[in-house]
Each structure stands twice: as structure tokens, then as C-alpha cells.
């Protein structure tokens, strides 16, 4: 136990130095229900697993998901150590080499078998799933503490229901009913449990009709315990069409590519947990395309799936009704395939075409079918078994541990993750996608433009390819949009904009619109600003929209037009100051009105004296009329209002000192002016 406790710690105490990523997203840092304190804690109670990050009434998934245990115990972690990141990962990894004690003890409890060799296959199991790379996220990605806690809660109930069976004490099946119960409120994982205690004891233990009746009844009752909670809280769950791909990976799949599709990932997983080489997180479409039943990898999955079953329910009426003998090979697998069940998409959509955490206590069956064989390979090479069995698994688990120590590198955060698992997901559109945003943020922080045109690119090249993947990926357009703002490439974030518009985007794309058209006209592109602009004033109701529309006019010269608009503008919105301020400038500068050019900056100056654009119009005006005293009230009050005062102000104001006889005065505002004009090189 001491070993196997060490070993955990010491093949994820690397993930201790990582931030945040992926999933942890949606349930810790932007979930209001995780951060919003304990009185939080009733709305977790009674709502979807996904609603403090979606919003009430919200599913991702058809059905939705109810985990109110897990999501109790991250609101409470948050309270007590908030965004320091290296505690939840200590705290994961510490559970995670619980669980894998846990583990160790329960395969004892079921083999009961005094020979040294039990004790080895019990300890061999264990190794090869603590070692396992398969089982990385589930340690590293700090969101799924739910799938470890699952796993504590439904290892503990199996481990109590041999303690009921092998002592009769009452005590016990309460602590199973308990644990069960706290298990599926984990995640509903646990349910599985359900079956895989009763499959142990028929596997493992003399028949007791009245035991096994008593055990079963109580297993029952802590499931329907679960759902009646459930129901009374959330309601029947609804059955709703889910029309989006990332959430349906199946949505443009016939029913026979469906299932063989389903049917071809079931193999992939038996694949990777033998040769754990081409790991990610990522298997939503299309990392793997959509199969039919041409494929020959297909129809070998159905065989070796339906015969290995086949075989290991006859094996169990075998042990049950002939030779009383408990073959562990048959119980591995039928262990992997009824707690596999839940994940495998066959009963219930997963929203993927699969993922490597699902199978991560369904792996221990896999682990000690594995593991078996090694003891039988031992015995049958050397009579020494026991040291044949650790020279044949030392190799194995070493290889296992040093991949799992060089992927939990790739959970460093979401950059590092994506960017990682894009080599392999190459053909996913989330992966390409989520890659191609944290190459964006990354590049928006750097300093270096070097380094920003780098990942600018890189960030395009992976959207790109998110968008040929899936055409319809509305975030994939945004994105891309505002990769090529950055990149000044103004046509083409419009055109990226405007696709994801026209796929129903209302609330981001439109803002954004309105950046590239105030960036367009700063570029002096009047023309391309006001087609933005046109187009943007369809779906956001916003005054700066026509006050940009009015400037682009002003521009071109359409003087009579721009004032017709800004005088609509403040006819809509009459508390809009800067529209005043623009139609005093107009009627001053351009039109040579000084009389209306003043009533329109008095209006805006009434409506906000804190505009110092304003008020160094009105200093202009009132220095143009002879008012010098005016005129420097407004000034100095627009120098007051300034963030980074400029060089023309304090030449204004030293104009007006100049005029007023105050040399002396004038001379210091001068000298600031120049050297505001002149900044020393660095």
C-alpha cells in the first residue's frame, strides 16, 4: 500500500506546477456556482450540472447531467483556497493514490485467497492502472476530481457490500447504500455499480439467496434514492434535439454509420489502453471520421466484443453451476464492459465520439485481465512465479509510468494542451479551433512582435482548418476575425465576421464589428467603414454606430449628410454628448457658424462638463470671440480632464496667455508644448 501510495504521488507531483485548463474552465473559474460562496450551494442542489456556467434552464446534452456532490465540494474548495491552482492539483493527486490503495485492498476483499500469488495479482492490477497513461487526465485536468470521487465512493460500496456478505453485519449494507448513493451524486458513473456488485459476488463468493437478495434490494434503493432526488428537484429530464456537431458528434451520420462509428471507438479504446502512444483529449469530430460496416476494423470490434462477452457470461454460469472456480479473466472483462457501458454512446450520448477519462475505472477490469496473464505467463516460463512476475512487470509499468510522466506535461494549461493534442486531433474541428483561440490570447499578451506575428499566424493556419472541418463552427469565425484584426487584414475580419452572423452569431460578432469599423476609418478606409458599418447598424443598436457613420461622411466631404445624421443621432439618443460636440465642430470649422457651433457645445458642456473635448472646443470658440478669460477656463479645465495631455493643448493655452499679456505664462506653456512635441529617444 506504502508503494503504491508513493508511486502516485511521485508520477503526478509534476502536474503540481500547472495552471488551469480545458474543463476546469467551465466548472471552477467562470461557474458562478463554484465561485459564488456557500449560498450557491442550494442552487447546485436544484439545477443542471452545467448551469453556473451556461445559465439556468441551459443543457449542453440531451438529458442533461446532475453531479451535485462534486460541484458542492468544488464551491467549498474555492472558498477556502480559491484560484491557487498547485493545491487543487496536490489535492488530486492525493486522492487519485487513495483511490489507488482503495483499489488494492477491494481486489483483496474479492479474491480472498490465501496464496501469495492472489496478493500479487491484486498488487499487479493496481500497478498497471496507476501507472497507465490512459488515466492521465483524470489526475491532471483538475475538473475531473468528479471522476475520482465517483470512483472513491463506488470502490468503497463494493468493498463494503463483501464486507456485508462475508460478516452478515447489517452495519455494512448501510455503508454500501451510503456509499453508492454519495457515488452517483459524484457523477452518474457510479450507477454502473449497480450490476458490477452483484457480478463480484456471483464472480467471487458462495451463493446466498437471502444475502444476495438483501444486497440487491439495497443497491436498488440507493440508485432510485438518486433519481427520486433528481426528479423532484430538476424535474423529468427532457429529451432535447441537440443540432450542433460539437455536442452531437453523430448529427450528420445515417443510423449504420452511427452505430459503426460507436462500434470502431469501442476498439480504439481496448487500442490504446494495449499501446497508450497517440493520446489527447480531443475526439470530437472528426478526429476519427464517421465508419460503416465496410470497415474491417468495425466488424473485427463487433467479434471481439460480442465473443469475449459471449464467453465471459459462460464462464460466470461456469464458476456459478460447475466447477465453482472464479476465473478472473471473464470477471475483468464483464467489470470493464458494464461500467464501459455508460460511456460508450451506445445508451447514452456522451457528446463525443469517445474519451479517454471514461474508461477510467472501467480500465481496472482491462488492468487485471492484463495482469493475469502476466501470473500466467510466470508460471509457465519459471517455478520461481513470483519473481518471473515482477521481471515481466517491472518492464511494462516502467514504460507506462514514463509516458504518463512526460503527457501529464501536455495539461500545463490550455495552450500547451491544445497545441499538443492538435498533432493527433488533427482532424477535429475543437481541437484546431481551441488551439487556434489560446494562439490568439498568447499572442495579444507578448511583447514581442516577432513573437505576436508568429503566433497571429499559427492561430489562423489552426482556425482555418477548424473551419474546413466544420463550416458552421460559429466561434471558429469569430476568432478568426479577430485574428486578422490583429493582423490588420480588415476585409477578411469582416468577411469572418459577417459568416458568423449569417450562421445566427447576435451578441460577440456585431461588437466586433463595430471595433473593425472604428479601426477602418482610423486606417482612413471611409469607404470599406461605412459598408461595415451599414451592415453592423442591422443587428446592434448602438449611438457610436451612426456617430462613425456621420465621421466617415464628414471625410468624404458629405458634409450636409453628416450633420443630417448626427441630428437623427441626437434626436434618438439626446443625452449623447459627443454628437454635440461633433456638430460644434462642424458648424465652427467647416461651415463657419459660430452662433450654432456654440449652442451645440454648450448643450454637450450641460450634458457632460467632464468632456474635455468639449471644453477645448469651448476655449477655441471663446479665444476665436475675443473671451481670453473663458477661453482659458476651458482650457486649463480640459487639460484637468485629460488621461495623457497633448502637445496642442499646452500650445493652446500658451496662445491664449500670449493674448491675454502673460509672457511669462505663455513662455512655460510653450516650453511643455515642445517638449511634448519632441520626446526624449530612449
Avoid at 463494503?160 to 447504500?177: E, I, M, N, P, R
Avoid at 459503426?260 to 490504446?272: D, E, F, G, K, R
Avoid at 479645465?637 to 505664462?665: F, W
Amino acid at each position: 500500500m506504502l508503494i503504491l501510495f508513493s508511486l502516485s504521488i511521485l508520477l503526478y507531483s509534476n502536474t503540481w506546477k500547472h495552471g488551469f485548463a480545458l474543463d476546469d474552465t467551465m466548472m471552477i473559474l467562470d461557474n458562478n456556482y463554484t465561485k459564488g460562496g456557500f449560498q450557491e450551494i442550494p442552487k447546485i442542489l436544484s439545477q443542471d450540472a452545467f448551469a453556473g456556467f451556461l445559465g439556468e434552464g441551459k443543457n449542453l446534452l440531451s438529458g442533461g447531467r446532475y453531479r451535485p456532490l462534486s460541484q458542492i465540494i468544488f464551491n467549498i474548495q474555492y472558498q477556502i483556497w480559491g484560484e491557487n491552482a498547485k493545491l487543487w492539483h496536490v489535492q488530486n493527486t492525493l486522492f487519485f493514490a487513495g483511490i489507488m490503495v482503495l483499489a488494492f485492498v477491494t481486489l483483496l476483499k474479492l479474491f480472498k485467497k490465501s496464496k501469495t500469488e492472489w496478493s500479487s495479482l491484486a498488487f499487479i492490477t493496481t500497478l498497471i492502472g496507476l501507472s497507465h497513461p490512459l488515466n492521465t487526465e483524470v489526475v491532471a485536468n483538475i475538473k475531473s476530481f468528479d471522476l475520482l470521487l465517483t470512483s472513491l465512493f463506488s470502490l468503497l460500496s463494493l468493498y463494503w457490500s463483501f464486507q456485508y456478505w462475508d460478516t452478515s453485519k447489517k452495519g455494512y449494507l448501510v455503508a454500501s447504500f451510503i456509499s453508492l448513493l454519495l457515488g452517483i451524486l459524484s457523477k452518474e458513473t457510479a450507477i454502473t455499480f449497480l450490476a458490477v456488485i452483484p457480478l463480484s459476488i456471483l464472480f467471487f463468493r458462495r451463493f446466498e439467496s437471502t444475502k444476495f437478495i438483501s444486497l440487491t434490494a439495497i443497491l436498488i434503493l440507493s440508485t432510485s434514492s438518486y433519481f427520486l432526488l433528481r426528479f423532484s428537484l430538476l424535474g423529468i429530464p427532457k429529451s432535447v434535439e441537440v443540432t450542433e456537431l460539437l455536442n452531437n458528434p453523430f448529427l450528420h451520420a445515417s443510423i449504420g454509420e452511427h452505430y459503426a462509428t460507436i462500434l470502431y471507438s469501442w476498439w480504439h479504446y481496448i487500442q490504446l489502453f494495449l499501446f497508450p502512444i497517440d493520446l489527447t483529449h480531443d475526439y470530437y469530430p472528426y478526429t476519427f471520421g464517421l465508419k460503416n460496416w465496410a470497415d474491417p476494423l468495425v466488424i473485427f470490434s463487433v467479434l471481439f466484443h460480442l465473443s469475449l462477452t459471449i464467453w465471459a457470461v459462460y464462464q460466470l454460469y461456469r464458476t456459478l453451476f460447475i466447477t465453482q472456480i472464479s476465473n478472473f479473466v471473464a470477471y475483468g472483462w464483464l467489470f470493464y464492459m458494464l461500467i464501459f457501458s455508460i460511456s460508450s454512446n451506445l445508451f447514452v450520448g456522451i457528446g463525443a465520439f469517445m474519451n479517454e477519462r471514461f474508461i477510467f475505472l472501467a480500465s481496472m477490469g482491462l488492468s487485471l485481465m492484463l495482469a493475469y496473464l502476466i501470473l500466467a505467463l510466470a508460471k509457465k516460463m519459471m517455478r520461481h512465479t513470483l519473481i518471473t512476475i515482477y521481471l515481466i512487470s517491472i518492464p511494462l509499468v516502467s514504460i507506462f509510468a514514463l509516458k504518463t510522466i512526460d503527457r501529464n506535461k501536455a495539461w500545463q494549461d490550455d495552450y500547451t494542451l491544445f497545441t499538443t493534442d492538435v498533432l493527433v486531433s488533427s482532424n477535429s474541428a475543437k481541437c484546431n479551433v481551441s488551439a487556434g483561440g489560446k494562439s490568439y490570447e498568447n499572442a495579444l499578451k507578448t511583447a514581442s512582435s516577432i513573437k505576436k506575428t508568429a503566433l497571429l499566424r499559427e492561430a489562423e493556419k489552426y482556425l482555418l482548418q477548424g473551419i474546413k472541418i466544420h463550416p458552421k463552427y460559429v466561434q471558429a469565425y469569430i476568432l478568426l476575425g479577430n485574428v486578422y484584426f490583429e493582423q490588420n487584414k480588415l476585409n477578411q475580419a469582416f468577411t469572418a465576421y459577417q459568416q458568423s452572423i449569417e450562421l445566427g452569431e447576435r451578441k460577440d460578432a456585431p461588437i466586433n464589428l463595430r471595433s473593425l469599423a472604428i479601426k477602418t476609418y482610423q486606417e482612413k478606409d471611409y469607404t470599406n467603414s461605412l459598408k461595415v458599418l451599414s451592415y453592423c447598424k442591422q443587428f446592434l443598436s448602438d449611438p457610436i454606430i451612426d456617430y462613425y457613420i456621420a465621421e466617415n461622411y464628414l471625410q468624404l466631404m458629405q458634409v450636409d449628410t453628416a450633420i443630417q445624421i448626427l441630428n437623427n443621432l441626437i434626436q434618438d439618443y439626446p443625452t449623447y454628448d459627443e454628437a454635440y460636440n461633433k456638430l460644434g465642430e462642424i458648424y465652427g470649422r467647416v461651415k463657419n457658424d459660430l452662433a450654432t457651433s456654440e449652442h451645440y457645445l454648450i448643450k454637450g458642456y450641460e450634458i457632460n462638463p467632464s468632456n474635455f473635448s468639449i471644453c477645448e472646443n469651448l476655449g477655441t470658440l471663446q479665444g476665436i470671440r475675443g473671451n481670453f478669460e473663458q477661453s482659458l477656463f476651458f482650457f486649463q479645465k480640459s487639460l484637468s480632464l485629460m488621461k495623457e495631455p497633448n502637445a496642442q493643448i499646452y500650445s493652446n493655452i500658451a496662445a491664449t496667455y500670449s493674448k491675454m499679456g502673460k509672457e511669462k505664462e505663455a513662455k512655460l506653456m510653450m516650453q511643455k508644448a515642445i517638449e511634448l512635441s519632441n520626446p526624449p529617444k530612449p
